[in-house]
């Protein structure tokens, strides 16, 4: 079974800044298998990144998502007001769904 | 517009049974894969199970196989969860979501891309 295991836990930062959050898979993973959602308060998650580094339809081009193997990384180049909340990172194969124990990303 | 709605949460007692019910628009669900993804108050997102496009294949979390069951209504383009033998450790905001399977290149890639806003689950004595 695959673990993933994301840092920092939490990461507080000012509107503008730059966000790195990273996932980190137990084993070597297909880039293909590997998302990001977004989770605000009170609310359904949304995906933001699929196949690893492909941004979902209507995702702002701010996120953007690396990485292959065991290590992944979500960015967000320049943070809005909007963007402080959770972040999964998921890996989805035949069998099932695992998703890691999320970023709160938090104003500072 | 593609919607999920979920419903049948509530309040329920230790040890009973409970039916979750995942309404899917303007797409039909004999085409996407339909999974149950649930949030614990407080917690992060835990995968319960998942119906494949064809309704044959049916994985489970290990945590859940024995105890919930996932099935589906092509006439009323609905999934259910079959929740039995509920735990006080059962009680979270259960969501249903789309799978999104694409080719990217070389890479089949699958991720969840629709979500319902969820139905809340309370298991309590």
């Known amino acids: 079974e695959i673990v993933l295991t994301q840092s920092p836990g939490p990461l507080s930062l000012s509107p503008g800044e730059r966000a790195t959050l990273s996932c980190r898979a137990s084993q070597s993973v297909s880039s293909g298998a590997l998302a990001w959602y977004q989770q605000r308060p009170g609310q359904a998650p949304r995906l933001l990144i699929y196949?690893?580094?492909s941004r979902a339809a209507g995702i702002p081009d701010r996120f953007s998502g690396s990485g292959s193997g065991t290590d992944f990384t979500l960015t967000i180049s320049r943070l809005e007001p909007e963007d402080f909340a959770v972040y999964y990172c998921q890996h989805y194969d035949m069998s099932g769904v695992t998703f890691g124990g999320g970023t709160k990303v938090e104003i500072k | 517009q593609v919607q999920l709605v979920e419903s049948g949460g509530g309040v329920v007692r230790p040890g009973t049974s409970l039916r979750l019910s995942c309404a899917a628009s303007?797409?039909?669900?004999?085409?996407?894969?339909i999974h149950w993804v649930r949030q614990a108050p407080g917690k992060g997102l835990e995968w319960v199970a998942v119906?494949?496009?064809?309704?044959?294949?049916?994985y489970y979390a290990d945590s859940m196989k024995g105890r919930f069951s996932i099935s589906r209504d092509i006439s009323n383009n609905t999934v259910y969860l079959q929740m039995t033998s509920l735990r006080a450790e059962d009680t979270a905001v259960y969501f249903c979501?789309?799978?999104?399977?694409?080719?990217?290149?070389?890479?089949?890639?699958?991720?969840?891309?629709?979500w319902g806003l969820g139905t809340l689950v309370t298991v309590s004595s």
């Open positions: 979501a789309r799978s999104l399977i694409v080719p990217v290149g070389l890479t089949t890639t699958r991720s969840l891309d629709y």
């Open positions: 303007d797409f039909s669900i004999s085409n996407f894969g």
């Open positions: 119906i494949w496009f064809d309704g044959r294949n049916r």
């Open positions: 196949g690893a580094s």
